[in-house]
């Protein structure tokens, strides 16, 4: 059969280029963890996590790279409902109670059901607790930024603080961050556990050796977050007993989080149907409840994080840009008053630069997919259980679709019939598409316009030690997530006038 050279470029085992990105760091990493101590421990944990740890699926994962948008329409349109699973390794299975999450739930009813759960409870627009939450922590950065005018501020530390703060919020409420450390840690342990490298995943039948000692971190970790987890879920259900036992009319209106919302579904044991009522068709166990939330702290974090400090690094690399958009900012809202959401609408500029460093930065630049049967693209046979991979990030960079690719350009979306992220042009998809795709997108977006409009409209911003903006390093770190290799530093001047700060 003649190949179709797009289909070709597509469905080749494994490019070179993701040797590289993926392939040669993971296998970099694997050699330097021989070379460091084994963690101290009595090796229990080892032992419980061997008997608990799902094996590994028994065949090594066979899989491939796409970066056409044309075989990405194929493979999140056209063929969804086949390529609509997800690729787990042991370390995510064991660390999402075996997929007990909706981000790595294969395609099925209780992904289907989770899902809805998720998109109409937790990330609606009606939530308004986490809206809430984002203006606060905005409010609370730009405290900060302003107690710090004149000297060096880190802007990456900083924004990833912010969308931290934020999502700690939404999803336990509390707004004291009392024990926000301790799940900082929890959480550092758990990507640093989704990104190892282990043996096992690639040569099932060596998971008993655990050269690295995973198992037993993995034990560990996992119980960290237990404990952390189980005590908020006790309060929550002794405040929700409470409440109960009091009198109605004392009780106006409490205000949830995103615990709350989920413990309306919870039961010991967990059930799924396909009843149209979401009360009945789904019930939540304690595992669920804190697979969700962790699906909530590393979809919300990072990505939003990482979208904030590469458009301010883009802006301040292009001061040409960075002066539309301040300018935008003083015309729209004048500068005696700080930026409110009624404002967005005439942001034009600022949606531009936003848009634009979400096509040279997509924060998830690998969209990681498993084919649920045998399937066919374009007369190309694909087994069942294969991983494909849609390289967003070089989609968003190609020549066919872009002109100038590589350069930061917000003025290219002014024009008309320019892709947009919205999931239907395959040219650009930093929220993916289809069924998998990003379902926080909105609250993202918020979030990311929120950060990024006030931290441009209060502050004038400079390189520090007269660093000129040609000499910004603009390097990433290229894994699950692709932020900024070295966090930007910069320093604020304030621009507005009045007390406002
Ligand atoms: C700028 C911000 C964000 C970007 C660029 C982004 C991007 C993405 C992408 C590319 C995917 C995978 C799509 C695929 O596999 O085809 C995804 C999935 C997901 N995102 Fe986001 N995201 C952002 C913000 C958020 C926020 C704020 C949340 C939650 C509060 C969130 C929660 C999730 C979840 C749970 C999934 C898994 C969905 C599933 O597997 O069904 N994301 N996101």
């Known amino acids: 059969m003649e190949m179709n050279p797009i289909v070709e470029e597509a469905l080749q085992p494994m490019p070179v280029t993701l040797f590289f990105f993926f392939i040669a760091p993971l296998l970099f990493l694997f050699l330097l963890s021989r070379l460091r101590p084994d963690p101290p421990g009595t090796g229990q944990a080892s032992k419980a996590i061997r008997r608990s740890v799902p094996p590994a699926d028994g065949v090594p994962p066979h899989g491939g790279g796409v970066s056409s948008p044309d075989v990405a329409r194929q493979v999140l349109q056209v063929q969804d409902h086949l390529f609509s699973n997800r690729p787990a390794t042991i370390a995510i299975r064991y660390l999402t109670y075996d997929r007990a999450d909706m981000a790595f739930a294969h395609y099925g009813p209780f992904w289907r059901q989770i899902r809805k759960v998720c998109v109409i409870k937790l990330f609606s627009r009606k939530r308004a607790e986490s809206w809430e939450s984002v203006r606060d922590e905005v409010d609370s950065m730009i405290r900060t930024v302003a107690s710090s005018t004149g000297s060096t501020v880190n802007l990456g530390e900083l924004v990833f603080a912010l969308t931290r703060n934020i999502t700690y919020r939404a999803a336990f409420g509390s707004s004291s961050h009392e024990g926000q450390d301790d799940f900082i840690m929890i959480l550092q342990e758990f990507s640093k556990l989704f990104g190892a490298f282990n043996i096992a995943d690639f040569i099932p039948w060596l998971g008993w050796a655990d050269p690295q000692g995973l198992h037993e971190?993995?034990?560990?970790?996992?119980?960290?977050?237990?404990?952390?987890?189980?005590?908020?879920?006790?309060?929550?259900?002794?405040?929700?007993?409470?409440?109960?036992?009091?009198?109605?009319?004392?009780?106006?209106?409490?205000?949830?989080?995103?615990?709350?919302?989920?413990?309306?579904?919870?039961?010991?044991?967990?059930?799924?149907?396909?009843?149209?009522?979401?009360?009945?068709?789904?019930?939540?166990?304690?595992?669920?409840?804190?697979?969700?939330?962790?699906?909530?702290?590393?979809?919300?974090?990072?990505?939003?994080?990482?979208?904030?400090?590469?458009?301010?690094?883009?802006?301040?690399?292009?001061?040409?840009?960075?002066?539309?958009?301040?300018?935008?900012?003083?015309?729209?809202?004048?500068?005696?008053?700080?930026?409110?959401?009624?404002?967005?609408?005439?942001?034009?500029?600022?949606?531009?630069?936003?848009?634009?460093?979400?096509?040279?930065?997509?924060?998830?630049?690998?969209?990681?997919?498993?084919?649920?049967?045998?399937?066919?693209?374009?007369?190309?046979?694909?087994?069942?259980?294969?991983?494909?991979?849609?390289?967003?990030?070089?989609?968003?960079?190609?020549?066919?679709?872009?002109?100038?690719?590589?350069?930061?350009?917000?003025?290219?979306?002014?024009?008309?019939?320019?892709?947009?992220?919205?999931?239907?042009?395959?040219?650009?998809?930093p929220f993916g598409s289809g069924r998998r795709s990003c379902p926080g997108m909105q609250l993202g977006l918020y979030s990311l316009e929120m950060a990024v409009a006030h931290l441009l409209h209060c502050f004038t911003w400079e390189l520090p030690d007269g660093m000129k903006p040609s000499e910004l390093d603009m390097d990433d770190v290229f894994g699950l997530t692709a932020p900024r290799a070295i966090r930007l530093m910069a320093v604020p001047t304030p621009r507005l006038l009045g007390l406002v700060y």
């Open 217 to 429: 971190r993995l034990a560990k970790a996992r119980s960290s977050l237990d404990g952390f987890i189980d005590s908020i879920i006790d309060d929550h259900m002794h405040k929700h007993k409470t409440r109960c036992h009091k009198d109605s009319d004392e009780d106006q209106e409490p205000t949830t989080d995103m615990v709350d919302d989920l413990l309306a579904f919870y039961s010991e044991e967990a059930k799924v149907t396909e009843s149209d009522d979401l009360q009945s068709a789904i019930k939540l166990t304690r595992d669920n409840i804190k697979a969700i939330i962790m699906d909530v702290m590393f979809g919300g974090t990072e990505t939003v994080a990482s979208a904030i400090e590469w458009a301010m690094a883009e802006l301040m690399k292009n001061p040409e840009d960075l002066k539309k958009v301040q300018q935008e900012l003083s015309d729209v809202v004048g500068l005696h008053r700080r930026v409110e959401e009624s404002d967005f609408e005439k942001l034009t500029y600022l949606k531009c630069a936003l848009k634009e460093t979400l096509r040279l930065h997509p924060p998830i630049p690998l969209l990681l997919h498993e084919t649920a049967d045998h399937v066919e693209v374009a007369g190309y046979s694909i087994p069942a259980r294969s991983r494909v991979m849609i390289n967003a990030w070089a989609i968003g960079r190609d020549p066919n679709s872009w002109s100038d690719p590589e350069t930061f350009k917000p003025s290219r979306f002014m024009k008309e019939n320019v892709p947009d992220f919205k999931g239907s042009h395959f040219e650009f998809i």
